[in-house]
C-alpha cells in the first residue's frame, strides 16, 4: 500500500512535561492540540465511572500532545517539527 494514499491526521505524543512542550512548540510557531484532555472514564457521558481512580488513563491524558500532520507538509515542514521537538524535549 502506498503511504500517500493514507489520510494521517493525529500524530500524538507524550510528554510529562507536555504544556512546557506545548508552549516552547508555541514559540517556535508550531501549532498543537491535546486532543484528549478529559480521560475517558471522568468524562460526562460516563459519570457512572467518574469516581474510579484509572492512574494510567489519568497519566495519558495529562501526557498526550498531538504534534502538527497532514498530507499538505512539506518534507522542510516536517523536518522542522522533529527538530524543534527534539532540541528542547526527547519525546
Known amino acids: 500500500s502506498d503511504w500517500k494514499a493514507h489520510a494521517f491526521h493525529l500524530f500524538?505524543?507524550?510528554c510529562a512535561?507536555?504544556?512546557r512542550l506545548q508552549q516552547y512548540l508555541?514559540?517556535?510557531?508550531?501549532q498543537t492540540i491535546i486532543h484528549y484532555p478529559i480521560p475517558p472514564h471522568q468524562q460526562a457521558c460516563y459519570q457512572e465511572w467518574n469516581h474510579l481512580s484509572l492512574p494510567i488513563a489519568e497519566t495519558l491524558a495529562h501526557e498526550e500532545l498531538s504534534l502538527p500532520l497532514n498530507p499538505t507538509m512539506t518534507d522542510a515542514e516536517v523536518q522542522y517539527v522533529v527538530e524543534a521537538t527534539n532540541i528542547?524535549?526527547?519525546v
Open 12 to 14: 500524538p505524543v507524550r
Open 17 to 19: 512535561e507536555r504544556d
Open 26 to 30: 508555541s514559540e517556535q510557531g508550531i
Open 88 to 90: 528542547k524535549f526527547r
